[in-house]
């Protein structure tokens, strides 16, 4: 490391310590390598994002199944809730969670009310996600 270097590490640091404690705090816990990163990924894995997966793939019916019981279930426990906190209810993407509102809304599970937010439809809310759609 050459003179300049130094020199300009040395501003560094002097800005950094000039920020507020909470600010550090926050920068301090981001750089901790043994924090768990999003999705369970251990220290020094990336995170699994969708874009890491290979092209189509689809997930198991049974993990499909599992992911509309989930938020069927957190639809139930917070109706007035939108597709965003659902997605956060359910660990989920809020375009997976609009896209499988909109095929439970194929098989008459889930409605649009008439401010066009979503619902459990009112025939029959505990309707299995899992069974197929009426002919």
Do not use: H, Y
Request: net charge positive; proline share 7%.
């Amino acid at each position: 490391m050459n003179r300049a270097e130094l020199g300009a590490l040395r501003d560094a640091i002097g800005t950094i310590l000039n920020w507020p404690d909470s600010v550090r705090d926050q920068i301090a816990q981001w750089l901790q390598t043994d924090a768990l990163k999003p999705n369970d990924a251990g220290p020094g894995r990336l995170s699994l994002s969708r874009s890491n997966r290979r092209r189509g793939f689809k997930p198991r019916v049974e993990e499909s199944a599992a992911r509309e019981r989930a938020l069927l279930e957190a639809m139930r426990n917070d109706p007035e809730a939108g597709v965003v906190q659902w997605a956060k209810t359910t660990r989920c993407d809020k375009s997976a969670v609009s896209m499988r509102l909109g095929r439970l809304a194929k098989r008459c599970v889930v409605e649009r009310d008439g401010n066009g937010r979503w619902r459990l439809a009112r025939a029959n809310p505990t309707m299995d996600p899992t069974m197929p759609p009426p002919l």
